[in-house]
């Protein structure tokens, strides 16, 4: 049983990188489950074995590395304030940047925001059930999932502890208009 585990993990992680490294190189909507199976080396049996389309490869894989930033943020105790847990996503969510930055130019960037949402909601539970809660995960999410994007984008130029500071400071004062803006009429 123990080997059947292990090569379905490798299976796994074939078609995923497969699926990645053909996205560098073609429009993601023309890639076929043919291609990712030929380019992983595994079989169409073996790919359905696995995954139902192409962004149930994402999703599944998205959920992995959610999960396991999540399990390190609880772990380590750095979900208890906000530069902490920035600081963490930052280091964490930074080792994907390739990734990251592939499918976000894939137009795919939902499932990443997705993602973070359903993470963020994870390391901050409510006690309470109501639709403020709810949009508040979804504001932090959305605005997270902005500057990061952006950071890849740009590069990374900041480090991840200076990218912790501006999010920590933006979530703790709010985003207000700048002085000397003009006022809505």
């Known amino acids: 049983m123990k080997n059947k585990s292990a090569s379905g993990c490798l299976a796994k992680e074939c078609i995923v990188t497969a699926l ?19 380019k992983a080396g595994v079989s169409r049996m073996t790919y359905y074995r696995n ?3 192409k962004e149930d490869i994402l999703n ?6 959610g999960l396991s930033i999540h399990k ?6 750095s979900g ?22 592939t499918v976000y130019r894939a137009h795919l960037g939902e499932l990443i925001l997705r993602n973070i949402t359903q993470n963020m909601a ?21 605005a ?14 900041e480090s991840c502890a200076e990218m912790a500071r501006i999010c ?11 002085k000397g803006s003009k006022k809505n009429e």
């Open 72 to 77: 390190k943020i609880a772990k380590d105790g």
């Open 144 to 157: 997270f999932y902005n500057v990061f994007i952006e950071w890849l984008k740009s590069g990374r130029r």
């Open 20 to 38: 990645i490294e053909l996205m560098k190189t073609q429009d993601y909507h023309t890639i076929s489950i043919t291609d990712i199976a030929r």
């Open 168 to 178: 920590a400071s933006l979530a703790r004062e709010g985003c207000h208009p700048e």
């Open 51 to 53: 995954y139902t389309s």
């Open 60 to 65: 599944k894989y998205m959920e992995e590395v």
């Open 80 to 101: 208890e304030d906000l530069f902490g847990y920035y600081l963490a996503l930052f280091e964490q969510l930074g080792k994907y940047k390739d990734i990251g930055i």
């Open 122 to 142: 994870m390391t901050f539970p409510s006690l309470q059930d109501s639709a403020g809660t709810s949009y508040r995960h979804y504001f932090l999410a959305g």
